[in-house]
């Protein structure tokens, strides 16, 4: 029986890697500690689909490293403890008197280590500390909610991107010019909008429905073939990828949309299909801030509020707190004037650099600084009538630009 198509499909090397230039593209952060043979610990954050696994393990093949990897959705304390004896093992049997600590030390890869609890990742401070291993992450989740702060302080952070439509017609190309399985069916490709669509940045996605289509003895793969077929075998790909992404897109959209009907629709989805009530809970807090904002503040105290709650009880009860605060957000007026006003505001620092900060607003702790003008000038609001007089604030070359506008 032959391999799944992902699987025969999964790179071996960084020149076959696709994606994630920015990471590992010519003279990129990971690519240069590679290949100087020098790499710490660092958790890889991503969608699904984007490469996580497989960097990892070009990494482990290229350093020629011993490779060990964990699931945290199946490993316990016992099984890191194990690990890390192991590495300890490994690492004595290969050190040399003049090997630098680096190079001796194995690579543990742990998938979904979002999934660790508190004590399993406690487990791996002292080995990733002393470099007994080097520990490669890959979380879905954001790793400053989900990883303890002691290991996230230990480990560089990498953020990975869903691929492109560049990436994904790159996939595409090699799947029908390299594959044998696939070139034997003789399929010819007429259009790939649908194939794109449904993959959603996602490699193994699209890889999956490139092997749904071909199984089904399709001769074409055109958009209408993708669609029936999808719709024929709605859970044929990746569908715990698929419903995650997918539903809490429709949820937030719906809460956005003021639809509380829709909104407890999809919440009731997530929660059947067994979702982390966490991560609906802290959608919640950022849509409190990015969708209703300034219109009605108290709905990111709520937010948050259920977060706490919710994530001291759990499931079940956890989802009464999440339905109410679900219905209140939807029936909220709503204002992203904030969210707008700092991704502008982001765009001009990025723009213009660090413009110098005026004199009169800066402080003046020295006699130095009070001869060089700095403070001088400055006028204190509550002197004034209404307390508020007027003053630049703006660093000159600014003066006027104006990035709040009330909704």
């Given amino acids: 029986m032959s391999l799944p198509l992902a699987e025969r499909m999964r790179p071996k090397t960084l020149d076959e890697y696709i994606g994630q230039r920015h990471l590992v593209g010519q003279g990129a952060i990971l690519r240069q500690m590679i290949e100087s043979g020098n790499i710490a610990s660092f958790i890889l954050w991503g969608p699904p689909g984007v490469g996580k696994t497989t960097l990892a393990r070009i990494i482990a093949h290229q350093l020629q490293r011993p490779f060990y990897t964990l699931s945290a959705v199946t490993s316990g304390v016992k099984e890191v403890r194990d690990v890390i004896d192991k590495a300890k093992r490994t690492a004595s049997i290969n050190s040399g008197l003049f090997a630098p600590a680096d190079s001796r030390s194995p690579i543990l890869f742990i998938d979904e280590i979002h999934r660790f609890s508190k004590s399993q990742q406690d487990s791996l401070l002292g080995a990733v500390e002393e470099g007994t291993i080097t520990l490669i992450g890959a979380t879905t ?10 290991l996230l302080s230990r480990c560089q952070v ?15 190309n090699r799947v029908f010019t390299k594959d044998e399985i696939i070139r034997s069916l003789h399929i010819e490709v007429k259009q790939t909008e649908a194939l794109l669509r449904y993959s959603g940045g996602d490699a193994r996605k699209l890889l999956n ?17 993708v669609t029936k077929q999808l719709q024929q075998n709605p859970v044929a790909y990746d569908k715990d990828g698929e419903m995650h992404y997918d539903i809490i897109s ?4 719906s809460v956005r949309g003021s639809d509380p009907q829709a909104a407890i629709y999809w919440l009731a989805r997530m929660i059947e299909g067994g979702e982390d009530p966490k991560f ?4 919640l807090v950022i849509l409190a801030s990015e969708d209703i904002g300034l219109a009605n503040p108290n709905a990111m105290l709520l937010a948050n509020t259920c977060f706490d709650v919710v994530n001291k009880i759990g499931w079940p009860e956890g989802r009464i707190p999440l339905a109410e ?15 707008l006003a700092i991704d502008d505001a982001l765009a001009k620092v990025r723009e213009t650099g660090n413009l110098p900060v005026p004199l009169h607003l800066r402080n003046a702790p020295t006699s130095l600084m009070k001869d060089l003008g700095y403070a001088d000038g400055y006028l204190y609001p509550h002197d004034y009538p209404n307390h508020w007089v007027a003053q630049q604030y703006l660093p000159d070359e600014l003066v006027g630009t104006e990035f709040w506008h009330k909704s």
């Fill in 141 to 150: 989740e954001n790793p400053s909610f989900e990883v303890i702060t002691p």
């Fill in 158 to 172: 990498y953020v990975l991107k869903s691929l492109d439509k560049e990436d994904l017609m790159e996939l595409l």
């Fill in 209 to 225: 429905i490139i092997e749904l289509v071909s199984n089904s003895g399709a001769k074409i793969i055109d958009n209408e073939t």
């Fill in 250 to 253: 429709a949820f937030i959209k």
């Fill in 280 to 283: 609906i809970a802290r959608r």
């Fill in 325 to 339: 605060t679900t219905i209140y957000l939807a029936t909220c007026k709503k204002d992203n004037s904030a969210y």
